[in-house]
């Protein structure tokens, strides 16, 4: 069962903030937040397991809400870099292990 | 070091062939992933091994794919019987143990004509 994200696609100039969310109609364990540049692999950027844990690579940085079940990634001061597609995957059990992407949100930055 | 690796990078096929695509995982890292990736659409699971676990197929979307892990290394999808709707991004990832940080190869580029 797919997480949902929101919103699919944001512009953003430099400087400028943005918060993406991951929701699931489904009790989660963990959420992992990928980014995926155009035309390239998706590359790791944090593992949130649930207890509410709250972690950060550079000024990017992600809550996890076990209750809500849904987890958000903060992205504050963007800079070019951070362009690129975002995707959540989410695992459902402790023995789950494998990850259910949502669709991506595609954030451009702009000089 | 040497990160995930994939071949074919292309691969154009007539519907109904069968095609083999390969992955090569970092080594060391026990956790071999395969997903599927559609023209802008997400990251969709297909296969994962751990170690000489038997494999979760649980993603795999019918009887003609296949895959396997040999000597805990190297991993091979099969898909028999191509048809169009198997056109897609075929991408493997690994991770040192499960539940870790996947690092993704470049992907295979499946085209069925």
């Known amino acids: 069962q797919q997480p949902v994200q929101s919103p699919q696609a944001v512009i953003l100039r430099e400087g400028e903030d943005a918060v993406i969310n991951c929701s699931s109609s489904k009790a989660l364990y963990s959420v992992h937040w990928y980014r995926q540049k155009h035309g390239e692999a998706p590359v790791f950027l944090m593992i949130?397991?649930?207890?509410?844990e709250q972690k950060g690579h550079e000024k990017i940085s992600a809550s996890f809400n076990e209750k809500k079940q849904q987890s958000s990634l903060y992205l504050t001061a963007s800079q070019l870099s951070y362009s690129g597609t975002y995707f959540c995957g989410t695992e459902y059990g402790s023995n789950d292990y494998k990850l259910s992407f949502g669709a991506g949100t595609t954030v451009t930055v702009r000089a | 070091g040497a990160g995930v690796s994939q071949s074919p990078s292309n691969k154009v096929t007539e519907k109904g062939k069968d095609v083999e695509l390969r992955c090569d995982p970092i080594s060391g890292h026990t956790a071999l992933y395969w997903y599927r990736q559609s023209l802008g659409q997400g990251l969709e699971f297909l296969i994962y091994f751990q170690g000489n676990s038997a494999p979760d197929k649980s993603g795999l979307p019918s009887d003609r794919f296949s895959a396997e892990r040999t000597g805990g290394s190297v991993s091979t999808l099969t898909i028999q019987r191509t048809q169009q709707e198997d056109s897609a991004v075929y991408l493997c990832?690994?991770?040192?143990?499960?539940?870790?940080?996947?690092?993704f190869g470049p992907g295979t580029r499946l085209t069925v004509t």
């Open positions: 990832a690994s991770s040192l143990w499960r539940r870790y940080e996947q690092y």
């Open positions: 949130l397991l649930k207890g509410g």
